[in-house]
């Protein structure tokens, strides 16, 4: 049986393990998490685009009754019966022929303010890039949302520190209904290249040489997202996406780039 630390041991260990983190780490999940945080502790935050997806990697639905469903209708226009799909099912999912979706729960700010808290790991883990130079940004399947307002006062609130210039909150699903790990390799391609007078449409990103992302569902991450971006956003630069899941607050790498 292992050896029970005294409490006073217990906080001194627990005092050298967050100090040791906030000197050296980029992603302060938990230390179980050792492969992920060894990769990436010696990336320096001034050099790094942190981004994240949102549903149930930035923040969670504890209660099932609140969260946000997408619902599907049927060749009538009809809601199927049933429940909806919640954000993780709604990443995977493929409509039958005829079908269509209904995104009028997932659009709507005040469901999500209502419903949605915070996974402080993740949330920390971008505070900690902003505030030590570099970019955190949130990317998410969702389109555009009612009230946008709403959303990042509801953000605020959780912690996040929407209000730095090197925050910025993405939707993907502007680019449509195709897949979302296509759909994000978009986005963070608009974020990386320049426009045609060398400018950044989000924030300088010509320092950026490390590119680490966030997400629950492992196609965002891994190389089907890595194998659409584009020569431009990738040229000299690390790719690390981490898969997430949300349940044990477990942080694996589902791909690496490599050093550059």
């Known amino acids: 049986m292992a050896k029970m630390l005294g409490f006073k041991q217990f906080l001194l260990e627990s005092t050298r393990a967050t100090f040791s983190m906030r000197r ?20 320096k935050p001034n050099k790094t685009l942190l981004w994240s997806d949102m549903d149930d990697t930035a923040v969670h639905y504890p209660d099932p009754k609140k969260v946000a469903r997408v619902h599907v209708k049927d060749e009538t ?16 999912h493929k409509l039958e022929k005829g079908h269509s979706y209904d995104f009028s729960e997932f659009l709507d700010s005040k469901v999500f303010e209502q419903s949605a808290h915070p996974i402080r790991e993740t949330i920390s883990t971008m505070n900690h890039v902003l505030d030590n130079g570099g970019h955190a940004h949130i990317v998410t399947a969702r389109s555009d949302m009612k009230d946008h307002p709403i959303l990042l006062g509801a953000l605020k609130q959780m912690g996040l520190n929407v209000d730095h210039p090197n925050f910025h909150l993405h939707r993907a699903g502007n680019f449509g209904r195709g897949p979302t790990h296509e759909n994000k390799a978009k986005m963070l391609d608009k974020v990386l290249t ?24 492992r196609p965002n991450v891994d190389e089907n997202m890595h194998s659409n971006l584009s020569n431009t956003s990738t040229e000299g630069r690390r790719f690390v996406g981490i898969h997430f899941n949300p349940k044990n607050k477990e942080a694996k790498i589902a791909y690496d780039s490599g050093t550059n």
Do not use: C, Q, W
């Open 77 to 92: 226009g009809e809601r199927i019966s049933g429940k909806g799909l919640t954000p993780t099912e709604f990443n995977s």
């Open 194 to 217: 320049p426009n045609e007078k060398g400018k950044y449409p989000y924030g300088d990103m010509s320092g950026v040489k490390n590119v680490v992302g966030i997400d629950d569902h």
């Open 24 to 43: 050296t780490g980029l992603v302060p999940f938990a230390r179980e998490n050792k492969e992920t945080f060894d990769t990436i502790k010696s990336f």
